[in-house]
């Protein structure tokens, strides 16, 4: 079992930053074994993808819409994976949620099966 605890929302102006932080523990978990993604849920909208990461390749992906703003990371000492989010914009504003799935499918939604509970990103215009 993996365990999520995401941090960091908020409510914030257009063109500012925020950066969410994804706490992953669990007696199996391990940056090496999992993919690490970022999702996010608008009203209304499906859930989609907005970047992920397989650190023992060194991959990353990111959504076109956030490409050039937003950067995943992470703290291996500390179990903790982020998305730093720049030039953020009103359409950015969603429920964010962190997800631990399989490396093989770490750019589609299908290939994660462990998720945090989400924390809210608002930003206004």
């Known amino acids: 079992q993996v365990q999520l605890v995401e941090s960091g929302g908020g409510l914030v102006q257009a063109g500012g930053s925020l950066r969410l932080s994804c706490a992953a523990s669990?007696?199996?978990?391990?940056?090496?074994?999992?993919?690490m993604g970022w999702f996010r849920q608008a009203p209304g909208k499906e859930r989609e993808i907005v970047a992920s990461?397989?650190?023992?390749?060194?991959?990353?992906y990111y959504a076109d819409s956030v490409k050039g703003r937003f950067t995943i990371s992470r703290d291996n000492d500390k179990g903790t994976v982020y998305l730093q989010m720049n030039s953020l914009k009103p359409e950015d504003t969603a429920v964010y949620f962190c997800?631990?799935?399989?490396?093989?499918?770490?750019?589609?939604?299908?290939?994660?099966?462990?998720w945090g509970q989400g924390t809210q990103v608002t930003v206004s215009s």
């Open positions: 990461a397989i650190w023992s390749a060194g991959s990353r």
């Open positions: 997800a631990a799935g399989r490396p093989q499918l770490f750019w589609d939604r299908r290939g994660y099966d462990y």
């Open positions: 669990g007696r199996t978990f391990s940056f090496i074994t999992y993919a």
